[in-house]
C-alpha cells in the first residue's frame, strides 16, 4: 500500500527505532512529524528526515497528558490527519531491580512507558474514528512477554502492559477500521543500552539487531493494506543472548 499522503506521528522519533522508523516512512512518502523530549536530538533527526522526504518535529514530553493533547490537536490543525501513530518513546532505569529501584523510579518509567503511550493512543482515536482508518504500532519488548531481572520490574510491567493496552484497541475499534500491532523486540542497540547496569561491549551490540531492522518492520507494517493486522510481531536477533544465557548480571 503506497503511503504517499499518509500522516504518521512518531514518539521518541529522534533517535533509536523511533528515528528509523520515521526515516522509511519518509522515504516511502508519508509526511511525519516526530516528537521527542531534546531540541538538540529533535534537530538533528528532522534534518536526517528531511534530507529524504518531508518532515517536521516538535518538542514534547509524553508524560505530559495535556502537552500530548495539545500535540495531536496541532498536528491534526496543520494536517486534518492523523493516519499512523508510533508510539516509540521509552525509558528504563540504570538501579532498575528490586533491591535497588526507587519508588520515583518506578513512577517515572510508567510514565514514559505506559501512560504517555496511552496518552497519545487517547489524543488520536477521536480522528482515526471519525475517518473510519489508522494504524496505531506500539512498541514493546521481548521483556513484555519474557520478564526478566536484567530488565527489571517496572520495565517488564509496562511493556507487558502495552501488549494488553494495543489487544485493548483492536477489540475495540476494529469495527471503526482501526487496527493496533505490538512490537516485541529482542535485544535492539539503541542508545537506551547505555541506560543498563552493565552496558553491553561493542562486539556483541553488532550481533543485536539495530535500529534499521526496527524500521524495515515498522514499514513493513504500515505497507500492508488496511484490512490486514498484525496484532503482534515478536523480532530478535538470530543470536538470541536470552537462549543462550549470555547477558550481563545486574550488581548485587
Not at 91 to 103: A, D, I, P
Amino acid at each position: 500500500m503506497s503511503l504517499k499522503g499518509k500522516v504518521a506521528w512518531i514518539t521518541g522519533g529522534g533517535s533509536g527505532i523511533g528515528l528509523a522508523g520515521a526515516m522509511e516512512l519518509a522515504k516511502a512518502g508519508a509526511h511525519v512529524v516526530i516528537s521527542g523530549r531534546t531540541a538538540a536530538t529533535n534537530a538533528s533527526a528532522l534534518k536526517q528526515l528531511q534530507a529524504v522526504g518531508s518532515a517536521e518535529s516538535l518538542q514534547l514530553e509524553v508524560s505530559d497528558r495535556k502537552a500530548v493533547a495539545k500535540a495531536a490537536k496541532d498536528i491534526l490543525g496543520r494536517h486534518q490527519h492523523i493516519d499512523i501513530l508510533i508510539n516509540s518513546a521509552g525509558t528504563n532505569l540504570g538501579k532498575r531491580n528490586l533491591h535497588n529501584m526507587s519508588v520515583e523510579g518506578w513512577d517515572e518509567v510508567v510514565a514514559i512507558n505506559l501512560s504517555g503511550l496511552f496518552y497519545c493512543c487517547h489524543a488520536v482515536l477521536p480522528a482515526m474514528r471519525a475517518q473510519k482508518d489508522g494504524l496505531v504500532i506500539n512498541v514493546s519488548s521481548w521483556a513484555g512477554r519474557y520478564a526478566s531481572t536484567l530488565t527489571g520490574p517496572a520495565y517488564n510491567a509496562t511493556k507487558r502492559a502495552v501488549i494488553a493496552l494495543t489487544e485493548s484497541i483492536n477489540a475495540e475499534e476494529c469495527a471503526n477500521g482501526i487496527r493496533a500491532t505490538s512490537v516485541l523486540p529482542g535485544e535492539v542497540a539503541t542508545p537506551i543500552l547505555e541506560k543498563r547496569p552493565v552496558p553491553p561491549p561493542r562486539e556483541e551490540r553488532e550481533r543485536m539487531l539495530q535500529a534499521e531492522d526496527l524500521g524495515q518492520t515498522i514499514l513493513y507494517l504500515a505497507s500492508l493494506p488496511p484490512r490486514a493486522c498484525v496484532n503482534e510481531l515478536i523480532i530478535s536477533p538470530t543470536r538470541n543472548r536470552f537462549y543462550l544465557g549470555g547477558l550481563e548480571k545486574p550488581k548485587a
